[in-house]
């Protein structure tokens, strides 16, 4: 994730007392604006849960009101804190982490929590309508939707939900990112500009094909990795001989998944996400090339080579990556309403040989989700290292509620029905056992608000549905350079 701070505001609340306050943007758009004492109190909960040395230092607080430089420091200090949080997995993960910025987020959109209904798509266009409530997070409505339509718990989280732009005029997708369990899915897509071009759809959310297999013995999830493969290799994402393209087509037309999942498998580039094509300066510089990334390597392939050859790179040589981002006049393509087109770059230092690093750079928009999808690859790398599986809802069950300081008291409103539910849940856990209700897992108590037919949905996957569905790309501008680096 890529965490900025790019601006300080000047602001008054609803008492008319002046304060200043923080612009947080996440992946190069605007998540939430921040009052330091808010900040103050999410480390303060923070240190609470970890030891001093594991939290990144947080800027002491002032007497008076900060002005010109000495608030400058305080700004480029916040914006380390939160970016090394966010390199940090178990602090990005923790609840005191996800909980503040989700209920940031509410609070700076102003959103109360309703119920609501968000459209999941499928790769092939399909739909299911999940009801739920404007303010759940991402984990939330993942596990409502998987519940809904019947997919083992076990296999929850092999899959995502993704941010994509529908491209409707070349049937393809553009991907933006991963949604993440600090955001609200309701409140980001409302959020987006032009955001009738956005959807969320769901896709696999490994990189090993390795575990294909233990999806495949789940009919569900058989069907979620069938849908994907067919729209994969219809968009091109998938390189795969006239023959080969035959013999798959043919296997659909009969309905056999199951052949056709074992004969996609072994075409070259299956389960790889494809990119824009985009400038590098490898192998020369000023390279058009195309970008592609799976199985744990990422591949470069030129736009103007008929042979198809491709240069490969290997995740586990890579030692570190950063983004850094120049904004340049452009009144076209601009998600954010700015008159500065952002031109973002994305750079890794890479082991050509044993005593040999050079540094590769390509500019893309969607250079953002490409360092994400790096870091996906060696997050999961080290998981199975420490011999970690992939998490299981019932992972996630028994989240503390931690406390949030409002920026503004007007918003207390918008939080009163979560106090409600707080207080209902403390008298509870006064009650003695014999009184208190029994509780039910997050997956089966969301999925209450569901109205989706699994015997529908499942007769439905059977069939051949050929749909056309799109990924989007809204790698929105994001302010500074150098706003973000990985290290292997």
Request: hydrophobic share 30%; proline share 3%; aromatic share 10%.
């Amino acid at each position: 994730m890529h965490f900025a701070i790019p601006e300080v505001k000047d602001l008054y609340d609803c008492n008319g007392t002046f304060y200043q306050a923080f612009d947080v943007h996440v992946n190069g758009a605007l998540h939430c604006i921040v009052r330091y004492s808010q900040l103050h109190g999410m480390n303060e909960q923070l240190k609470q849960e970890y030891d001093s040395n594991v939290l990144p230092s947080f800027p002491p607080k002032r007497l008076f009101t900060l002005k010109g430089a000495e608030l400058e420091d305080r700004r480029r200090h916040l914006e380390t804190f939160i970016q090394e949080i966010s390199q940090n997995e178990m602090l990005l993960q923790c609840n005191v982490f996800t909980s503040f910025l989700q209920k940031a987020q509410q609070e700076t959109r102003l959103e109360e929590s309703l119920p609501v209904t968000v459209d999941i798509y499928l790769m092939n266009g399909s739909k299911v309508n999940v009801k739920i409530n404007s303010t759940d997070q991402t984990g939330d409505v993942q596990e409502s939707f998987f519940y809904a339509i019947g997919l083992d718990e076990e296999l929850v989280y092999y899959f995502g939900l993704f941010l994509v732009e529908d491209n409707q005029e070349d049937d393809k997708i553009i991907l933006v990112r991963q949604l993440q369990d600090f955001e609200c899915p309701y409140i980001s897509l409302k959020c987006l500009q032009n955001k009738e071009k956005y959807k969320i759809v769901v896709r696999k959310n490994y990189w090993d094909p390795s575990l294909d297999a233990m999806i495949l013995h789940d009919s569900v999830g058989s069907n979620l990795l069938y849908i994907q493969a067919q729209k994969d290799l219809k968009m091109g994402w998938v390189s795969c001989p006239k023959n080969t393209k035959k013999q798959l087509a043919s296997l659909a037309k009969k309905g056999s998944k199951q052949e056709y999942m074992q004969l996609c498998q072994t075409v070259h580039k299956y389960g790889y996400i494809q990119f824009e094509p985009c400038e590098s300066n490898y192998p020369v510089a000023s390279s058009l090339v195309i970008v592609s990334l799976g199985r744990y390597e990422i591949r470069f392939k030129q736009c103007n080579n008929k042979s198809g050859e491709e240069a490969t790179f290997q995740v586990t040589r890579i030692k570190s990556w950063k983004i850094a981002c120049r904004r340049l006049k452009s009144p076209n393509h601009n998600h954010t309403g700015d008159d500065k087109m952002p031109k973002l770059q994305l750079s890794f230092e890479y082991l050509i040989d044993k005593e040999n690093l050079k540094w590769i750079s390509i500019q893309s928009d969607q250079a953002i989700v490409i360092s994400m999808c790096i870091k996906s690859m060696v997050n999961e790398i080290v998981r199975k290292q420490k011999g970690n599986k992939i998490k299981k809802p019932s992972d996630r069950t028994n989240r503390r509620q931690y406390d949030y300081k409002l920026r503004d008291e007007a918003a207390a409103k918008l939080f009163k029905p979560q106090h409600n539910e707080d207080s209902q849940q403390h008298h509870q856990q006064q009650q003695s056992p014999q009184q208190q209700p029994a509780k039910e897992s997050v997956t089966r108590r969301l999925s209450k608000k569901l109205k989706v037919n699994k015997k529908t949905f499942r007769k439905s996957q059977t069939s051949d549905d050929s749909d056309d569905f799109s990924l989007l790309s809204n790698a929105l501008p994001m302010g500074g350079s150098g706003i973000g680096e990985d290290e292997l």
